[in-house]
């Protein structure tokens, strides 16, 4: 209570108060402690609180502006939305370009890449719709879900067209898909018993995008494929 006493009696400290290995590095200049009442989980919030405290004008008309955490991810989160577009646009083309030299034929690699593109879109729409959040865990599954979809789409094209009976190819390659993500998603499943919210949405979206690989190779990509086989043998020559 005495301790309490005299710290209430304290009287109001100045800048010349401070230490002087404080006083040193702000010397000639003033400080101002911004406290936002943000998250620094919520990007849109962040990105509009840089541009309330970047660039502050001064009456002398100098311009200062704010250092900090949020500025630092602001500036991420910036360079991100930049370079993403090329990034993936760049990816994609190439796993194509791949495909077609491997196969040698435009229309295999086209069937090849469809489950893949088709996995991530809908799983954005699924991760969407159960009100799960993207996050700088769960965003690294999409890219293991796209190579993951390319493959089951090489593997089922290539099994049905070469051998020319899609039944084979969905009975015997089909299985080996459905192995794959079914074993897949028991490792990555394993996440949600998790307690950290980040490795729990992690195998959230990892299980959702898992089944989309299912459903657009096994059902979606099978279907379209022998829909053209008889659609092709009904035609006359």
């Known amino acids: ?7 209430t009696k304290a009287s109001p400290f100045v800048f010349e108060d401070l ?7 702000f ?6 402690l911004v406290f936002p009442a943000i998250s620094n989980r919520d990007g849109r919030a962040v990105l509009r609180m840089s541009d309330e405290v970047r660039g502050i004008p001064l009456p002398n008309g100098k311009h ?15 360079m991100v939305l930049r370079e993403s577009p090329i990034v993936i ?44 959040k993207l996050n700088y865990l769960n965003i690294v599954i999409f890219p293991v879900l796209f190579g993951m979809a390319v493959d089951a789409g090489v593997h089922l094209v290539t099994r049905g067209v070469f051998a020319g009976n899609t039944l ?19 490792g990555f499943g394993a996440l949600l018993l998790a307690h950290h919210p980040g490795l729990n949405s992690f195998g959230a979206v990892a299980l959702l995008g898992l089944g989309m690989i299912v459903v657009s190779s ?20």
Do not use: Q
């Open 168 to 186: 084979d190819a969905l009975s015997e390659t089909g299985r080996a898909v459905w192995g794959a993500s079914l074993t897949t998603a028991a």
């Open 27 to 32: 010397s000639g200049h003033g400080v101002v």
């Open 218 to 237: 096994l059902f979606w990509l099978t279907s379209l494929i022998g829909f053209l086989e008889r659609r092709r043998a009904s035609t006359p020559p």
């Open 89 to 132: 646009s760049l990816t994609v083309a190439l796993v194509f370009l791949s495909m077609w030299v491997l196969l040698g034929r435009l229309r295999l690699a086209i069937f090849c890449i469809l489950p893949a593109l088709l996995t991530v879109f809908c799983t954005f729409g699924l991760v969407s719709l159960f009100g799960l």
């Open 1 to 7: 209570f005495d301790d309490l006493v005299a710290m």
């Open 64 to 78: 200062v502006s704010a250092a900090g955490e949020g500025m630092v991810l602001a500036d991420i989160l910036r």
């Open 19 to 25: 230490p002087i290995d404080i006083r040193r590095s």
